[in-house]
């Protein structure tokens, strides 16, 4: 089954214990990006990538950091996570560039930082 | 700049009745247009999307769009609610230059299918 997976689904940190966000797809995609979701204010992108080794920023991408070692990998990695960061995080997978193309997302990981 | 408005943030409906959620878009090319689902605790998943062709578009669980450039309009119908309908719809344009496939989002429209 073609898919996008997160883990962990669910955390409760607390402020500046460093944390990842795992993200990895079977669809063999070269894109990949993820997004936070807070009330109000929709889906804003963190970081993008277009294939291995190559990474950019988003929208907001303050706080964030990412790679892109493997094709079907994309960590999301907060060195020193902030109560401001607590927010609804997908990642995201979609073939090679093509305006209209699908993009997948997986099923989200809720962050409290505390 | 592209941007996408989606009116009414919140809709309620009756089981049975017409499903009407507004998307207008701002673009200065032809625009690739989308409707993306997300039902509670999941992530987004596509409804149906216009990329170029016929301009009614029709989606998965019973939704259609059609893409009306004189209005900029991308409305998304469903001739008859469910309650299994009963989620957040998200409105989406795509970048019109660059190679960052970012989608443009709307603030979403949670809908709620009342019996």
């Known amino acids: 089954e073609a898919q996008v997976t997160q883990n962990p689904r669910y955390l409760i940190t607390v402020t500046g214990k460093k944390l990842t966000v795992t993200c990895s797809q079977n669809?063999?995609?070269?894109?990949m990006s993820w997004y936070r979701q807070d009330p109000g204010l929709g889906l804003r992108q963190i970081y993008y990538?277009?294939?291995?080794?190559?990474?950019d920023k988003g929208d907001v991408p303050e706080g964030y950091k990412v790679s892109r070692k493997e094709k079907r990998n994309f960590p999301l990695i907060l060195e020193s996570p902030s109560p401001n960061q607590t927010s609804l995080y997908f990642c995201a997978s979609s073939p090679r560039p093509g305006l209209g193309n699908t993009i997948y997302f997986g099923e989200g990981s809720w962050l409290t930082v505390v | 700049a592209q941007s996408v408005t989606q009116l009414g943030s919140h809709v309620s409906v009756s089981e049975g009745a017409l499903v009407l959620l507004r998307c207008n878009y701002s673009?200065?090319?032809?625009?690739?247009l989308f409707w993306y689902v997300q039902y509670p605790n999941q992530g987004l998943q596509l409804l149906l999307k216009?990329?170029?062709?016929a301009t009614l578009v029709k989606g998965i669980n019973g939704f259609e769009a059609e893409f009306k450039k004189s209005e900029t309009s991308f409305h998304l119908t469903k001739p008859s609610a469910h309650m299994s309908d009963a989620a957040e719809y998200f409105c989406a344009v795509t970048l019109s230059a660059g190679n960052n496939r970012k989608l443009i989002w709307g603030l979403g429209t949670s809908l709620a299918v009342n019996p």
């Open positions: 216009y990329t170029t062709g």
């Open positions: 673009s200065s090319v032809p625009p690739y």
């Open positions: 669809m063999n995609h070269e894109y």
């Open positions: 990538s277009m294939n291995v080794e190559v990474t």
